[in-house]
């Protein structure tokens, strides 16, 4: 199973979804970590929702975890069958990842 | 940090009215980001003072080198937005008129078409007689508002209150429900929605009420310019309690607003006092919603 997590800086989930630095793969079987850049939708003018959502989605990873969806991105990843999780503070990948393995998101 | 945007869905509802006048009125830690950029307009009533200006880039320009260009005019063809004419045999992308697809780009086979960013607008760093702060953007005419403007004056606003320990973002959010609304809307903790009082204030209203629930953003609704349709602001109330949304208070219809504003004042000024007491008694409120 593969969780995503938006990031600006690969140690905290960022405050926003379309527009994060990056996102930070996380491999639970193999422990692997893989960074997909995600700076070019960073700076669209408008629509870096889809396009974030669009780019991410061809990863196959099962799990989001974000603090922010803007509705437009939301509408792409309800498509898919990826499981969206919403946080309500910032705070660690690594915090993150542990508590979700824990089911405790 | 807390983050309070004040937005309506429908353009001149009262959004900027009511923010400036209770972001002066309010005495906390704070700073303004005026998001509204197509209409940028509370530091009119800020007697501020600007420290600091960047220039700020979005989208894509492009121009012909006259000295490649072959004058085979393909790239007209292309331009769906009719922006390139012809000057002496050679082609001219007419600027106010180009809306950056770089169709010709891709089409020209002298390669004389020429990719630029777009300068598009200023963004501003103020200080007003109270010494609070603002951070404002002003795009030239013909430009968009965009996500990534707002995103930019954001981050800079989130950035300086970190480092100066001010407590309370208030944000004069853009109409609408697109990418800029969307955008200012980003970490907003609460939202007060300014509600006209009319058909398509009521109508704008409810698609950022969907906004915000999908952004899970606590909003309460104020009805501004109320006492003209009576009928209309009992659905609105009904729709309202339906929606869970709480009610902080109505701003009757009055003219005198619309002389303040000309004058560069703020609708706290009002000379009925009465109907300065409604308002503070509105502030209060948001007062204490920024309090909890």
């Known amino acids: 199973m593969v969780i995503a997590i938006p990031s600006d800086n690969k140690e905290h989930v960022a405050e926003t979804f379309g527009r994060c630095k990056c996102f930070v793969l996380y491999n639970t079987e193999t422990k692997e970590i893989n960074i997909v850049d995600n700076s070019a939708n960073m700076n669209l003018g408008s629509g870096a929702g889809i396009q974030t959502a669009t780019n991410l989605i061809k990863n196959n990873i099962d799990v989001i975890i974000t603090y922010d969806l803007g509705p437009k991105a939301n509408k792409v990843l309800s498509e898919t069958k990826i499981k969206v999780i919403h946080i309500d503070k910032i705070e660690k990948i690594d915090n993150l990842v542990d508590d979700y393995m824990n089911g405790k998101l | 940090m807390k983050q309070i945007a004040f937005a309506s869905g429908k353009g001149g509802a009262g959004k900027t009215s009511v923010a400036s006048a209770f972001f002066k009125y309010y005495k906390g830690s704070k700073i303004l980001a005026d998001c509204d950029v197509d209409a940028s307009n509370c530091f009119i009533t800020m007697e501020e003072k600007n420290l600091s200006s960047e220039k700020f880039h979005s989208g894509k320009k492009y121009s012909v080198n006259k000295d490649k ?69 002003k795009l030239f005419p013909g430009e968009d508002n965009s996500g990534k403007l707002i995103f930019t004056l954001k981050q800079k606003t989130i950035a300086y209150s970190k480092e100066n320990n001010i407590e309370n973002i208030i944000i004069d959010s853009p109409p609408g429900i697109g990418c800029p609304a969307i955008a200012s809307l980003v970490g907003v903790k609460f939202l007060i929605l300014v509600l006209e009082a009319t058909q398509s204030g009521f109508h704008d209203a409810k698609n950022l009420i969907e906004l915000a629930k999908s952004k899970k953003i606590k909003t309460f609704a104020l009805i501004n310019k109320s006492g003209v349709n009576q009928e209309l602001e009992n659905e609105i109330k009904r729709f309202l309690k339906t929606e869970n949304i709480e009610l902080i208070g109505e701003i009757p219809f009055n003219k005198e607003f619309a002389k303040l504003l000309k004058a560069k004042k703020l609708i706290t000024d009002i000379s009925d006092e009465k109907y300065k007491d409604n308002l503070f008694s509105i502030f209060n409120k948001i007062n204490n919603i920024l309090g909890g």
């Open chain 2, 69 to 137: 260009c072959i004058g085979n005019g393909i790239c007209v063809e292309r331009c769906v937005y009719n922006a390139i004419k012809k000057e002496d045999k050679k082609y001219k992308i007419i600027d106010i008129k180009c809306e950056g697809c770089g169709s010709c780009l891709d089409a020209c086979p002298a390669g004389a078409i020429e990719e630029n960013s777009n300068y598009c607008g200023n963004l501003y760093f103020s200080e007003s007689v109270d010494n609070s702060k603002l951070y404002y953007a």
